[in-house]
T-cell receptor
Framework: AQTVTQSQPEMSVQEAETVTLSCTYD???????LFWYKQPPSRQMILVIR??????QNATENRFSVNFQKAAKSFSLKISDSQLGDAAMYFC????????????FGKGTRLSVIA | GAVVSQHPSRVICKSGTSVKIECRSL??????MFWYRQFPKQSLMLMAT?????????EQGVEKDKFLINHASLTLSTLTVTSAHPEDSSFYIC?????????????FGPGTRLLVL
């Protein structure tokens, strides 16, 4: 079974600084998708960024970028120029490329942003 | 992005009663909907996967007779917690996907907080 591990339960960053959240996963599949979701205090899950495993280029969305290392099965999220609104729980998620499969979530990392 | 709504946002009920939670995809047709449960400060735990017009597939350990899921249309899925007990108190989140393609983005509802007294 696929598993997703987030080894950092909590992280903090100074406003305007950069922070990296770690995520590793375990799978025997070669084709799959990886996601980072943000869950602010409102508890609404928001998609931050996604990465297709077949793409070598790291995904980027404005201040958010990933470092996807397929061989190492690592998928870290870098947040640049951190803002107070970035404070939230961040979940790394995996889905294999096979029909109607659900997302598998990590346990999450709580990010605090210090003004 | 696409919008998924949930109703009610919070509900308080007495032990032994049943509670129905609705999940709607507002601007797309959801071939597949997922129901998650989230305890405080924990991750999302998948309860079941439902496809329109067919029976839901429940995860191991989830009682299908207690958590009734109906996906009667491409825009509506319901979760009914039958004979609710205090241990069923939790945050329930639905999620929807437009197609069965694995790459399709999964959108989440805002969640329903259930408190059973």
């Amino acid at each position: 079974a696929q598993t997703v591990t987030q080894s950092q339960p909590e992280m903090s960053v100074q406003e305007a600084e950069t922070v990296t959240l770690s995520c590793t996963y375990d799978t025997s599949e070669s084709d799959y998708y990886l996601f980072w979701y943000k869950q602010p205090p409102s508890r609404q899950m928001i998609l931050v960024i996604r990465q297709e495993a077949y793409k070598q280029q790291n995904a980027t969305e404005n201040r958010f970028s990933v470092n996807f290392q397929k061989a190492a099965k690592s998928f870290s999220l870098k947040i640049s120029d951190s803002q107070l609104g970035d404070a939230a729980m961040y979940f790394c998620a995996y889905r294999r490329d096979s029909g109607n499969t659900p997302l598998v979530f990590g346990k999450g990392t709580r990010l605090s942003v210090i003004a | 992005g696409a919008v998924v709504s949930q109703h009610p946002s919070r509900v308080i009920c007495k032990s032994g009663t049943s509670v129905k939670i609705e999940c709607r995809s507002l601007d797309f047709q959801a071939t597949t909907m997922f129901w998650y449960r989230q305890f405080p400060k924990q991750s999302l735990m998948l309860m079941a996967t439902s496809n329109e017009g067919s029976k839901a597939t429940y995860e191991q350990g989830v009682e299908k007779d207690k958590f009734l899921i109906n996906h009667a249309s491409l825009t509506l899925s319901t979760l009914t917690v039958t004979s609710a007990h205090p241990e069923d108190s939790s945050f329930y989140i639905c999620s929807a996907r437009e197609s069965v393609l694995a790459g399709e983005t999964q959108y989440f509802g805002p969640g329903t907080r259930l408190l059973v007294l």
